[in-house]
C-alpha cells in the first residue's frame, strides 16, 4: 500500500513516515508540507491512503477530505487531529478515519491496519 504523509512540520511528517514504515511494512511514497506539495504527490503517484495532519498549510480540512475523495481512483483519508470534537465534521466530509493526536501512536497505526486490510479484500473480490 502506498501512503502519502503530510503535515506543517517536516520532523513530525518524518516521524510518522518511519513509524508506518518500520511497523506496517507500507510504503510512503512521499511527504507534502502544504496543500500544493500534496496534490502534486497524489496527482503524480495515486497513493492508496492519505495521511491528513490537521495542521496542512493551503486549504481547510473540511473541504480538502472531500477533493481527495472525489479523485477518479479516491484514496483513503485518515486524518490525525489535535480537536476530538471535529471528529464528527472529518468523518461527515468523507474521511474514512480519525485519530487524535493525543492518543497512542497505536491508535493510528490500527487505524492504518484497518483500511489495508480493507484495500487488500476489495482488491481481492
Not at 19 to 47: C, F, H, Q, S, W
Not at 52 to 63: S, Y
Not at 92 to 113: C, M, R, T, W, Y
Request: aromatic share 4%; no cysteine; hydrophobic share 45%.
Amino acid at each position: 500500500m502506498q501512503v502519502v504523509v503530510t503535515g506543517k512540520q517536516a520532523s513530525s511528517r518524518r516521524a510518522i513516515s518511519l513509524l508506518i514504515k518500520t511497523r506496517l511494512g507500507l510504503n510512503v511514497i512521499g511527504e507534502a508540507g502544504d496543500y500544493k506539495e500534496l496534490m502534486d504527490l497524489v496527482k503524480a503517484n495515486k497513493p492508496e491512503l492519505v495521511l491528513l495532519n490537521d495542521d496542512l498549510p493551503g486549504m481547510e480540512m473540511g473541504k480538502l477530505v472531500p477533493i481527495l475523495r472525489g479523485l477518479d481512483y479516491s484514496p483513503a483519508v485518515i486524518v490525525l487531529n489535535g480537536m476530538p470534537e471535529t471528529e464528527e465534521a472529518v468523518l461527515s466530509a468523507g474521511a474514512n478515519a480519525f485519530v487524535f493526536k493525543g492518543d497512542h501512536p497505536k491508535q493510528l497505526l490500527i487505524a492504518i491496519e484497518k483500511i489495508r486490510i480493507s484495500h487488500e479484500e476489495q482488491r481481492n473480490t
